[in-house]
């Protein structure tokens, strides 16, 4: 019985033995590497650390003419809003610089109403934008949809349908901002046919028929494409660049939803349904704001 127990405690020491040589043959070589196939990736990138495009306003010190015009209490002159915006001009123009070495591209400038760049860049390099000499701020662009369920009430049009003693609306002028004006509908005193909607979609970036846009006009009395009919905020960068042109057509289907508010006739729900001008400015394309 004793034998049988030194034998078997003779081939566990030898087993050990062995078990303790390779591991320690094993540790001479080191860790074993691991390919980059075997890294796990993290399953969320922090914003500040990621490369995605942002589209983005710099803010940029310095106070646009419009907001010195105010201060001053008067009319500022051409030369000296000239001069203004090519000093701010001037200031913007090393970040402009940088964000071009880091990749990214500049898409508009403001000087009139605001002093800032609109510029596309990777989220990561936000941050160095940001320290940059006078940078104020860095703001998000966001995306409008146009959207007509609270807009009626908030002016107060059931009001004004019931009727106003006294109050017709002639002689008023009324410009409204949106997405465009199908100046061909009969709403306007236009031809109200396909023919004539396909005639002037053929040439939306022409100056407009004026015998339904301009002073002769029964009613579209001016209008302007401030930003284009290919302009949309949540586009291309190409499509963020706004391309203007003289034709306030709509292009985004709401042409008479709007504006017949106002000045038509044929409307059962009309604010002022004496009013014979309208002056038309469309600044806006699907879901987008410009800036002037």
Request: hydrophobic letters at 40%.
């Amino acid at each position: 019985m004793h034998t049988r127990s030194a034998g078997a405690a003779a081939l566990l020491g030898a087993a050990l033995l062995l078990l303790v040589f390779a591991a320690g043959a094993g540790a001479g070589n080191g860790p074993e590497a691991i390919g980059d196939g075997n890294i796990i990736q993290s399953y969320y990138t922090p914003l500040g650390m990621s490369t995605a495009p942002a589209t983005v306003v710099v803010q940029v010190a310095g106070k646009p003419w419009a907001e010195v015009q105010g201060d001053a209490g008067r009319k500022l002159s051409k030369s000296e809003k000239d001069q203004i915006k090519d000093s701010l001009r001037a200031t913007q123009a090393p970040i402009a610089a940088k964000v071009r070495e880091l990749g990214g591209t500049v898409e508009n400038s403001f000087q009139s109403a605001y002093n800032g760049i609109r510029i596309e860049i990777a989220r990561d390099k936000l941050p160095a934008i940001a320290a940059l000499p006078n940078v104020v701020g860095i703001h998000a662009l966001q995306v409008f949809t146009p959207d007509n369920t609270n807009g009626v009430p908030l002016v107060g049009a059931p009001a004004v349908w019931d009727g106003v003693n006294g109050l017709h609306g002639e002689g008023i002028k009324v410009g409204i901002i949106d997405t465009g004006i199908d100046y061909t509908h009969a709403n306007f005193d236009g031809p109200g046919t396909i023919a004539a909607w396909n005639a002037a979609r053929a040439t939306s970036t022409l100056a407009p028929d004026p015998t339904l846009v301009g002073p002769a006009a029964p009613r579209v009395k001016g209008g302007t494409d401030l930003v284009g009919d290919n302009y949309a905020a949540g586009g291309t960068p190409d499509q963020r660049i706004p391309h203007p042109d003289p034709n306030p057509l709509d292009c985004n289907g709401h042409g008479s939803h709007v504006p017949r508010r106002p000045t038509s006739t044929r409307s059962a729900c009309l604010a002022a349904p004496a009013r014979r001008t309208s002056s038309w400015t469309r600044s806006t394309g699907p879901s987008t704001t410009a800036w002037t």
